[in-house]
């Protein structure tokens, strides 16, 4: 029933930038968490960037200072901006949003490609 979709992702060179969307047909401003997860080759599902609903943030480590989580009330769209990208960035991204009690919803899934 609730939509997620993802666009933005892309190939790009070592020290590029590309921004993630991700827009949902339920409010994220309502959701207890927006996340961004990511999956790379060979390696299990992280963290990336979370949102809750106040709009505190956290991310992981690996990507401090180099990603930006934000959200956009008009569109209903959580955003994901990667800047100084490396190649161990390559992965695939999921937005997340979940509401509690069990409810949660994902996007497609977006593949983003940093080239050695």
């Known amino acids: 029933q609730v939509q997620l979709v993802e666009s933005g992702g892309g190939l790009v060179h070592p020290g590029g930038s590309l921004r993630l969307s991700c827009t949902a047909s339920?409010?994220?401003?309502?959701?207890?968490?927006s996340t961004w997860y990511r999956q790379a080759p060979g390696k299990s599902r992280e963290l990336v960037a979370v949102?809750?609903?106040?709009?505190?943030?956290n991310y992981a480590d690996s990507v401090k200072g180099r990603f930006t989580i934000s959200r956009n009330r008009g569109t209903n769209t959580l955003y994901l901006q990667m800047n100084n990208l490396e190649p161990e960035d390559t992965a695939v991204y999921y937005c997340?949003?979940?509401?509690?009690?069990?409810?949660?919803?994902w996007g497609q899934g977006i593949q983003v490609t940093v080239s050695a």
């Open positions: 997340n949003a979940n509401y509690g009690n069990g409810v949660e919803y």
């Open positions: 949102m809750i609903a106040s709009g505190s943030t």
């Open positions: 339920r409010s994220i401003f309502s959701a207890k968490a």
